[in-house]
């Protein structure tokens, strides 16, 4: 049994218990069940360390994972009562994260894989060609989220430092889409931060990325803001948009093909081209433009489209993600990934078959959206309210696997 698989174990024996309660007794029953292994096998004893003692490794094993699980504020010994063990008060109402040194498959289907674990831990080690990194950081917000923000001033080295092992396995014509904040203002002052702009030229100096385009994600349901500076000192306007960049290892390699992502024409330019196209002869901005008869009367598959994105950010996705957390007790994401952005780029940028993977995976909207368009993919989230969930939202793809204590394992909303 690996340690993996005896931490998975561990967590879903405390979560299924009642009251959240466990001797430590019941404890190596309970992973003696999970792991298929008998009460025999978990007795065993060999000799350990310098001095020869038998012990068993197995429960060794057990009792150091209880001490990190206490150390992550998850279990607590109950007062008076010798060897008993439970889940702490606030394990049910902070997000569970996974431990830094622990990564663990949630669950995987005939084309990806999600992992249980910080990126920091796994990416170093994936050792496969990427395609295309699609991810939507934790912003740098003043007020943080409950999955927890990264200051300011320390974002552009944490969001460097993510990407480095990505950058080293990504294909010579793989790209990089990050989405990330423009609503992030100094402090006690309207002028906003140029945190971007500082992020983009790190990426292209440290990385040797090269920056490809800037698209604004125009969000119309975005909610009014920021409320300060708009709405009570009457200074900007509301936003509407994020901004979405685009990065390439090589821009003249790179797999993109806007074929893939064309949209319908409109009513006036299809009526264009049936009638022939253009029939009049123009030149505009001393001749910088021609309009020659004829014009734009080829028919065509559809039309390009333009760099600016117009997604809400509710979506049916979101939407089943918090029923499913709600439903399995856990806390709901706060700012969810909405499918059409990875939809958008994933088809923009990459072929079937070919890996697309996301670092910071949320509800995994990049994983559903690469699954759906029968790429392969691979993500990593380090939150349990957040992947729990998203499990169920792959159960009917094919080769749908969880691993062993994750299905049983209940939040605690």
């Known amino acids: 049994m690996n340690q993996l698989d005896l931490f998975t174990h561990i967590a879903g024996a405390y979560a299924s218990a009642q009251e959240g309660e466990l001797t430590n007794q019941s404890l190596y029953q309970a992973v003696a069940d999970r792991a298929g292994i008998t009460l025999a096998e978990m007795d065993a004893v060999v000799p350990i360390g310098k001095a020869g003692t038998k012990r068993s490794p197995i429960k060794r094993a057990v009792r150091w994972y209880q001490q990190t699980m206490k150390n992550m504020g998850v279990i607590e010994k109950v007062p008076d009562a010798r060897g008993v063990w439970r889940l702490t008060e606030e394990a049910g109402r902070k997000l569970n994260r996974s431990q830094a040194s622990v990564k663990m498959v949630a669950f995987s289907t005939k084309l990806g894989v999600a992992i249980w674990g910080s990126n920091e831990a ?22 943080a989220r409950a999955y927890g923000n990264v200051d300011e001033h320390e974002y552009v080295d944490f969001v460097c430092r993510s990407l480095e092992p990505i950058v080293k396995n990504l294909a010579p014509q793989g790209s990089v889409v990050l989405n990330v904040s423009q609503d992030i203002f100094l402090n006690r002052s309207p002028a906003r931060s140029t945190y971007n702009e500082r992020l983009v030229l790190a990426i292209c100096d440290r990385l040797g990325l090269h920056l490809m385009d800037r698209f604004v994600w125009h969000n119309a349901s975005k909610p009014p803001g920021p409320i300060q500076w708009a709405s009570k000192e009457r200074v900007q306007l509301n936003v509407a948009y994020e901004p979405v960049y685009w990065f390439a290892g090589d821009p003249l390699r790179v797999n993109a093909d806007n074929r893939r992502v064309l949209q319908p024409h409109s009513e006036r330019h299809a009526a264009l081209i049936a009638r022939g196209g253009e029939q009049r002869q123009a030149v505009f901005g001393d001749g ?55 939809n958008f780029f994933i088809r923009f940028l990459t072929e079937v078959g070919q890996l697309v993977v996301d670092h910071f995976g949320g509800t995994l909207k990049t994983g559903l959206a690469a699954e759906r368009l029968g790429r392969r993919w691979f993500t990593t ?33």
């Open 122 to 143: 796994v990416f170093p080690h994936l050792g496969q060609p990427i395609m295309l990194a699609l991810t939507s950081p934790p912003y740098p917000l003043r007020c």
């Open 381 to 413: 989230e380090n939150i349990l309210d957040y992947i729990r969930p998203s499990a169920e939202m792959f159960r009917d793809f094919p080769g749908f696997e969880m691993s062993p204590g994750f299905e049983e394992v209940r939040g605690r909303t």
């Open 288 to 342: 910088a433009y021609r309009i020659n008869h004829g014009s734009f009367g080829n028919p065509t598959a559809g039309a390009i489209p333009r760099n600016v994105l117009a997604y809400g950010h509710q979506c049916a996705d979101s939407a089943a993600h918090r029923r499913h957390a709600r439903a399995l007790g856990f806390t709901t994401h706060g700012a969810p990934f909405p499918h059409s952005i990875p």
